[in-house]
């Protein structure tokens, strides 16, 4: 087996590659259900990934359902992303004794197997990884863990009612960066994933699982329903030059009508899976021994996001929007080269307030307010 060939295997088959990860000692991640939602944590075992759940999304909602076979991958993306194991939402950076030459910097040996990467959410990798592992000064900490990524990733075939990745060139199906591609197929001939090799080190842990060679009918209906997927998608962002539209959209109303909406909460940063933005924080113990540096996740819609010597330059909310989709849209195609959305959709089921980062580009495409009369 070699990069570039298609296998198949059936579901005890998936159940063997977690094992394999963990005899390769990856620390495996994978989707599971838990507390109403499909979120991603540690697998144990293939047993733990969620099947015969889906799930039913739409601006501010996001609920399971249950369904009426096995599937394991048919849902789309939960509320956590890949990025909290990536880039963690709280991390010690380094610490320092009384002597100062032990500083130690944070270990980001640690080798990590995702299972079931989307492709927005292998897009929203590739941006981590731009933004943090790129330019002058990269992130050495996201640097070390991604380069010990194996991924498993899923042609998606159950896009929810917020996704819009086509629209973003993001998916449902995945053309490139992962080790392993999986496309699952449940019907008469049984539950079962034609495998995409993607790398040698794919290929590697694929020889110590039972496959077949792909027929030409496993191809045929595992390429069909991820191209059917693809005209399911819930939703679509407007096919305008957005970062045009944006920069000349500064003084448009609607920054008004969504600031009236939006609660600044900071949700729709926190499940995004390429929101980046951290801040430093250093700690000492009472005794002046020890202190350590700890980063935190932080969002652009807090108000001391923006504070500068005695205040904040966004104090309202309608700046503050403002400045997360521009950014978002516009300017972040001349910072990193591409749009920093990749049509996951979270931002919209996790809003309290509903709002619809495709529809608010839709009104501002438009050139006037958003009407959701
Ligand atoms: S757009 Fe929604 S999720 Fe984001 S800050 Fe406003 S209310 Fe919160
Ligand atoms: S902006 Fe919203 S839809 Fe786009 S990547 Fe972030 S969470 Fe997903």
Known sequence: MKPGDTMVIDRAGLDRLVEVLHEAEYRVIGPQERDGAIVLDDLASGAQLPAGWSVDTEPGRY???RRDDAAVFAHSAGPGSWKQFLHPPHRKVWEMGPDLNEQRAED????FAFIGVRGCDLAAIA???????????SDTGYTGRRAGLFVVAVNCTEPGGVCFCVSMGTGPGVSKGYDLALTETIDDAGHRFLVDIG???GADVLAHLTTRPAETTDVTTARTAVDTAAGRMGRSMPAADL?????ESH?????????????TCGNCTMVCPTCFCTSTEDVTDLTGDHAERWERWVSCFELDFSYQHGGSV????ESRYRQWLTHKLGTWHDQFGSSGCVGCGRCIAWCPAEIDITAEMAALAEGGTNDRS
């Open 251 to 263: 003084e448009s109303p609607q920054w008004q009508d969504v600031a009236s909406r939006c609660l």
């Open 199 to 201: 790398s040698e080190t």
């Open 314 to 317: 966004r104090r309202s909310g």
């Open 63 to 65: 609920r399971l359902r």
């Open 127 to 137: 941006i981590l990884g731009r933004v943090l592992g790129g330019g002058t000064y």
């Open 243 to 247: 970062p045009t539209v944006l920069r």
């Open 108 to 111: 980001s040996a640690q080798r």
